[in-house]
T-cell receptor, first 111, second 115 residues
Framework: DAKTTQPTSMDCAEGRAANLPCNHS???????VYWYRQIHSQGPQYIIH???NNETNEMASLIITEDRKSSTLILPHATLRDTAVYYC????????????FGDGTTLTVKP | DADVTQTPRNRITKTGKRIMLECSQT?????MYWYRQDPGLGLRLIYY???????NKGEISDGYSVSRQAQAKFSLSLESAIPNQTALYFC??????????????FGPGTRLTVL
């Protein structure tokens, strides 16, 4: 599976959009981009995934560049409860067993 | 009730002791996983199982063993615990029949301390 690079930490004001970047320059054509988050030592929680089209669900939006070498997770109106570590993972669709959770981005939402 | 449960939630033990961490799931998923997480770091895969008869080593399997007793149960054992196995351990499940939608569902974690 392709390796990802994320900033170590980011801050965001409450109510504003949080944009979390992820670089995956070695991504292969059959690899998806998945995002999870982990709130204070709880089990990680799935957020969203995509292949090449932008995706949106009730939690977030995922923007994938046309060359698929990077992506951005967008939390449209961040709340204090969104403070967490966010992990960007790249893998083929059936290969969850080899998902590599790197160090992720610690997002702190401030009042 | 939680879909993925782990027992115990917290455990303190001594070096050399045998420890078993248990994971149960009610999601009906074939695939189960064990991860460990060290402070400030991401998750590392220890073992994974694609079905009851299929067990695979992850990136850090040394010092650990697993048992898939049934589709719903996947146990992790530390045969002789050592202090650097002190960590937060997570169990997870996924359903390969969902294709790209097979996100992983994680348990609440077991905090293990080896003195």
């Amino acid at each position: 599976d392709a390796k990802t690079t994320q900033p170590t930490s980011m801050d965001c004001a409450e109510g504003r959009a949080a944009n979390l970047p992820c670089n995956h320059s070695t991504i292969s054509g059959n690899e998806y981009v998945y995002w999870y988050r982990q709130i204070h030592s709880q089990g990680p929680q799935y957020i969203i995934h995509g292949l090449k089209n932008n995706e949106t669900n009730e939690m977030a939006s995922l923007i994938i560049t046309e060359d698929r070498k990077s992506s951005t997770l967008i939390l449209p109106h961040a709340t204090l409860r969104d403070t967490a570590v966010y992990y960007c993972i790249v893998r083929v669709d059936t290969n969850a067993g080899k998902s590599t959770f790197g160090d992720g981005t610690t997002l702190t939402v401030k009042p | 009730d939680a879909d993925v449960t782990q027992t115990p939630r917290n455990r303190i033990t001594k070096t050399g002791k045998r420890i078993m961490l248990e994971c149960s799931q009610t999601k009906g998923h074939d695939r189960m996983y064990w991860y460990r997480q060290d402070p400030g770091l991401g998750l590392r895969l220890i073992y994974y199982s694609f079905d009851v008869k299929d067990i695979n080593k992850g990136e850090i399997s040394d010092g650990y063993s697993v048992s898939r007793q049934a589709q719903a149960k996947f146990s992790l054992s530390l045969e002789s615990a050592i202090p650097n196995q002190t960590a937060l351990y997570f169990c997870a499940t996924s359903d390969p029949d969902r294709g790209a939608d097979n996100e992983q569902f994680f348990g609440p974690g077991t905090r293990l301390t080896v003195l």
